[in-house]
């Protein structure tokens, strides 16, 4: 099984709409959780961390997490052409320097 | 500030060069990682250095030679390429290492070797 598993894509979202990018991961120690998001040929950049279950919200982002189904989502409301990237999950367990990615989900939103 | 820089942002190299990728942050980060990405697929690490120390080598093979002459630098110096190791090179730092913490990255180094 592997450790953070993302649904690859692509997702088509209509302008406006609400865009739903999900990831769940398998190991129960994980305690941090990122979403980054990626535009062809640049650098992962950060746009939410969450660490206790329940929702986070920042501004147009909402990040979903439920340690017990041990998944976590990532909400963007009102979905505009410049959220079209590659969002990568990723986890981090307690103690290990190392953060763990997901393969991506390709989001695509339809002007 | 949050940000990480890497010189040079592109680099074409033939597989007898030596060349150097370089990575800088003033954050006061004690965690520091060197990536590796190929298109379409996530970021691969390849080292990670704590408190300037190398803590993790993920088996990368010795043509590539991580260094960290001090908490603000990282160098990773290449020699002997191969094609197959054309890709984004991503620097990245984190506050400190060994507890759940948020990895800044770089801009990356298209590297292309011919």
């Known amino acids: 099984q592997k450790e953070v598993e993302q649904n690859s894509g692509p997702l088509s979202v209509p302008e406006g709409a609400i865009a739903s990018l999900n990831c769940t991961y398998s190991?129960?120690?994980?305690?941090?959780f990122f979403w980054y998001r990626q535009y062809s040929g640049k650098s992962p950049e950060l746009i939410m961390s969450?660490?206790?279950?329940g929702d986070k919200e920042d501004g147009r982002f909402t990040a979903q997490l439920n340690k017990a189904s041990q998944y976590v989502s990532l909400l963007i409301r009102d979905s505009q052409p410049s959220d079209s990237a590659t969002y990568l999950c990723?986890?981090?367990?307690?103690?290990?320097?190392?953060?763990?990615f997901g393969k991506g989900t390709r989001l695509h939103i339809l002007p | 500030d949050t940000e990480v820089t890497q010189t040079p942002k592109h680099l074409v190299m033939g597989m007898t060069n030596k060349k150097s990728l370089k990575c800088e942050q003033h954050?006061?980060?004690?965690?520091m990682y060197w990536y590796k990405q190929k298109a379409k697929k996530p970021p691969e690490l390849m080292f990670v250095?704590?408190?300037?120390?190398?803590?993790i080598n993920e088996s990368v093979p010795s043509r590539f030679s991580p260094e960290c002459p001090n908490s603000s630098l990282l160098n990773l110096h290449l020699h002997a390429l191969q094609p197959e190791d054309s890709a984004l090179y991503l620097c990245?730092?984190?506050?400190?290492?060994?507890?759940?913490?948020?990895?800044?990255f770089g801009p990356g180094t298209r590297l292309l070797v011919l």
């Open positions: 990723a986890v981090i367990r307690v103690g290990d320097d190392k953060i763990i």
């Open positions: 969450i660490y206790s279950n």
């Open positions: 954050m006061g980060h004690r965690a």
């Open positions: 250095y704590s408190y300037e120390k190398l803590s």
């Open positions: 990245a730092s984190s506050q400190d290492p060994g507890y759940p913490e948020t990895q800044y």
């Open positions: 190991d129960r120690g994980s305690q941090s």
